[in-house]
Nanobody, 120 residues
Framework: VQLQASGGGLVQAGGSLRLSCAAS????????MGWFRQAPGKEREFVSA????????YYANSVKGRFTTSRDNAKNTVYLQMNSLKPEDTAVYYC??????????????WGQGTQVTVSS
């Protein structure tokens, strides 16, 4: 299984970015895709998750209403649309495949991470 995350970058506070995570190597219909982030000196934290089959979505309270996750089954790709970005959203963002949950340990496969930097 390979996960390729992309779309990170530098943006001003209030701006938007869209992250993508392309998955390959197996079918994911029974799994979920999660987004996590890790800022320097902090633990990896849950951001959002989406079930491949039902498209049910889940969000951390800190991003609810600002971030939206979606998926394109035909492309085996999941997106994280991030709006109204804040400096505290600055982190390396990771996508992962596993059982839908907020714990990183519930996810078996991880992408390489993409840096998101929000300037004030």
């Amino acid at each position: 299984v390979q996960l390729q995350a992309s779309g990170g970058g530098l943006v001003q506070a209030g701006g938007s970015l869209r992250l993508s995570c392309a998955a390959s190597g197996r079918t994911f219909s029974n799994y979920a895709m999660g987004w996590f982030r890790q800022a320097p000196g902090k633990e990896r934290e849950f951001v959002s998750a989406i079930a491949w089959s039902s498209a049910n979505t889940y969000y951390a309270n800190s991003v609810k209403g600002r971030f939206t996750t979606s998926r394109d089954n035909a492309k085996n790709t999941v997106y994280l649309q991030m709006n109204s970005l804040k400096p505290e959203d600055t982190a390396v963002y990771y996508c992962a495949v596993g059982t839908i949950a907020t714990r990183p340990t519930s996810y078996d496969y991880w992408g390489q991470g993409t840096q998101v930097t929000v300037s004030s």
